[in-house]
């Protein structure tokens, strides 16, 4: 499969407790994008990538909130502290600059008891 | 400030009857581009047409059409005899034209298609 890949597809954890999200983008694509989507709306934009660079990130990403990309290539989303409010799908997203269409992968979906 | 709005929380309609999901944006930018994605149940989002502000031209694929009027800022899209595949959430999104591609979405249309 060589579309974007997302782990693990679904996380229950207790509140407070630290989350790690990987997303592998599709291989040639220097774009990768974070977005969280909560039940019943659309998704939300939170930060996003070119190449290993962190361009921007949005105000819904809180302090507890920190994405990496350290070689360009895999991404992860780690949640510090987590919250019940943090209960979402977690979407990633890559895309070649010049292009603009987004390639979603499926999703990682956080429950916070 | 963008906007998206889809004013249908919910439709559901019959196998092979014609079915349109409306879609309202705000934006002050001049050049901007507007997307449809489809989210079936397994939850990926399935790109479906990218429009950018100076194109107004409608297009069609296969059963699926879109009519964009930059007059009435509407977005609307069109799947001609409907078929139950077709059962997804909808969204519409847009995003400015300023290279990142950081989408504003819609609060999403569920369609279901019954047989």
């Known amino acids: 499969d060589t579309g974007v890949s997302q782990d693990p597809r679904h996380k229950i954890t207790k509140r407070g407790q630290n989350v790690t999200f990987r997303c592998d983008p599709i291989s040639e694509h220097n774009r990768l994008y974070w977005y969280r989507q909560t039940l019943g709306q659309g998704p939300e934009f939170l930060t996003y990538f070119q190449n290993e660079a962190q361009l921007e990130k949005s105000r819904l990403l809180s302090d507890r909130f920190s994405a990496e990309r350290p070689k360009g290539s895999f991404s992860t989303l780690e949640i510090q502290r987590t919250e019940q409010g943090d209960s979402a799908m977690y979407l990633c997203a890559s895309s070649l600059a010049q292009t603009g269409e987004l390639f979603f992968g499926e999703g990682s979906r956080l429950t916070v008891l | 400030a963008q906007k998206v709005t889809q004013a249908q929380t919910e439709i559901s309609v019959v196998e092979k009857e014609d079915v349109t999901l409306d879609c309202v944006y705000e934006?002050?930018?001049?050049?901007?581009?507007l997307f449809w994605y489809k989210q079936p149940p397994s939850g990926e989002l399935v790109f479906l047409i990218r429009r950018n502000s100076f194109d107004e031209q409608n297009e069609i694929s296969g059963r699926y059409s879109w009519n964009f009027q930059k007059s009435t800022s509407s977005f609307n899209f069109t799947i001609t005899a409907s078929q139950v595949v077709d059962s997804a959430v909808y969204f519409c999104a847009l995003s400015n034209g300023q290279g990142a591609q950081k989408l504003v979405f819609g609060q999403g249309t569920r369609l279901t298609i019954n047989p």
């Open positions: 934006t002050r930018d001049t050049t901007y581009y």
